[in-house]
């Protein structure tokens, strides 16, 4: 149990030090940018108004939201580096 807790913690590490993010997770800058975690979207930063049950709800939450899919590079390479498309 102990080692797949220190795994999930170590992904997540990995996921924030290399400034990544994953589409429907929360964020917490609106308007930032980030390349997706192993992928080549680009994501921004976008608030989300949570829906009101009963007369609970209405507050504003901001999650990962795909923007736009980065085109390969003709000689290969990534895709999206610090939250920009490459090319």
């Known amino acids: 149990m102990k080692s797949l807790l220190f795994v999930i913690a170590f992904g997540f590490f990995i ?13 917490s800058r609106w308007g930032a940018r980030a390349c997706e975690c192993n992928g080549g979207h680009l994501l921004e930063c976008q608030v989300t108004v949570a829906p009101m049950m009963d007369g609970q709800g209405g507050e504003t939450e901001a999650f990962w939201t ?4 980065c085109p390969v590079p003709a000689g290969g390479g990534l895709q999206c580096i610090d939250g920009a498309c490459t090319s």
């Open 15 to 27: 996921d924030q030090a290399w400034a990544c993010g994953r589409p429907g997770t929360f964020c």
């Open 66 to 69: 795909k923007i736009r899919n």
